[in-house]
């Protein structure tokens, strides 16, 4: 069972995760119908759900990222730097820490730049089978994989099977994805069509749901993958979480729903707090995200040509300077790492004669 302290320092994560730099107005109210769900802290929710998942070193993770950006006469074919550094930062946690082998999937068009990424967080690209040996003999992984998932819906539904069968991941992680709505049409948070050139990782997350593997999924604006588990709040609570603007005649709601929703202003930063929890609970400290990666992280999708929301590849992500991030990033690694042994200085004994 979790002592006080670290139920307070899981606490403390949750506050930093979804502080409204942008004043969105959203993140509150998603945070709150997700955290009724969990019962507990969402970092921590998330981070017990994947340590309770890695039996043994050398069992597969699948962590899917990659927003497509749909700029206005850009490539739609363009990521956001929202997504890729988070999953790269949790994917090390996992294999440094429990020798996990994750596995990444992305848009094709995407998998050279998430590569890039991953190396840039210290991972290196090699097989599955020799990701798996590496992690069964060290007890640890840098070893990775980084494979495309179909835009097909016919034949994503026929590789969501294949994902399951060929790695047997123990568990399931998106970070930052878009979900169909019930018309099977993939928004934006500003309620327009993002469908082309997305892999259609839907079918993934519910064959995973239907065949008792856990999912974790992470997201900010109310139309990623998982957000299924908080529908009602984000019809609510977002503008276009009724009625989009593309014409398809639903919202902007995902139908595809998570074992634990990680809600943060960036979604970045709750694969952050979960790597954080996941230091702590497991007494590696050393396993949240620092500072000086965060920069090298974001640098590397913005020269990959990962986009900030604003459309430029900017070291930004969703609007904020890579400044605001690795200051997150750096108290989030406080939370888990300061001692200020209030304890030692709430117990002490009264001075003899009582006075200062
Ligand atoms: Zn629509």
């Not at 694969?271 to 949240?288: I, Q």
């Amino acid at each position: 069972l979790l002592g006080r302290e670290q139920q307070e320092r899981a606490e403390a994560i949750d506050r930093l995760l979804t502080v409204d730099f942008g004043a969105r107005g959203v993140v509150r109210h998603l945070y709150e119908a997700a955290r009724e769900v969990a019962g507990r802290p969402l970092a921590l929710a998330a981070a017990e759900t994947l340590r309770a998942a890695m039996a043994q070193p050398g069992e597969r993770v699948v962590i899917t990222t990659g927003a497509s950006s749909q700029r206005l006469g850009l490539d739609p074919n363009l990521g956001e730097t929202d997504g890729p550094p988070g999953a790269v930062a949790l994917g090390r946690a996992l294999a440094q820490g429990f020798g996990a082998v994750p596995v990444f999937l992305t848009e094709a068009h995407q998998v050279e730049s998430l590569r890039a990424v991953a190396r840039a967080g210290g991972l290196t690209t090699t097989t599955p089978e020799g990701a798996t040996r590496q992690a069964q003999h060290y007890g640890r992984s840098s070893g990775i994989v980084v494979e495309s998932f179909p835009d097909d819906p016919g034949k994503a539904s026929i590789a969501a099977k294949e994902v399951i069968q060929r790695f047997n991941p123990v568990a399931v992680v998106s970070v930052e994805r878009a979900g169909m709505n019930d018309r099977g049409v993939y928004h934006n948070s500003a309620g327009l069509n993002s469908s082309p050139a997305k892999a259609r990782l839907d079918y993934l997350l519910q064959e995973s749901i239907d065949k008792g593997i856990p999912v974790v999924a992470i997201g900010d604006g109310g139309n990623e993958l998982g957000m299924g588990l908080i529908a009602e709040a984000v019809r609510d609570h977002t503008l276009y979480g009724i009625a989009c603007r593309c014409g398809c005649g639903g919202g902007i709601v995902p139908v595809t729903r998570a074992d634990v929703l990680v809600v943060a202003t960036v979604s970045n930063w709750g694969a952050y707090g979960v790597a954080a929890v996941l230091g702590m609970l497991s007494g590696k400290p050393g396993l949240a995200h620092t500072s000086s990666a965060e920069e090298r992280l974001v640098r590397t999708a913005a020269d990959e040509g990962y986009l900030d929301t604003t459309g430029y590849t900017d070291y930004k992500v969703d609007s904020l300077p890579l400044s605001v991030h690795s200051a997150v990033v750096r108290l989030l690694e406080s939370i888990v790492t300061v001692e200020m042994d209030w304890q030692a200085h709430l117990s002490a004994p009264v001075p003899a004669d009582s006075g200062p």
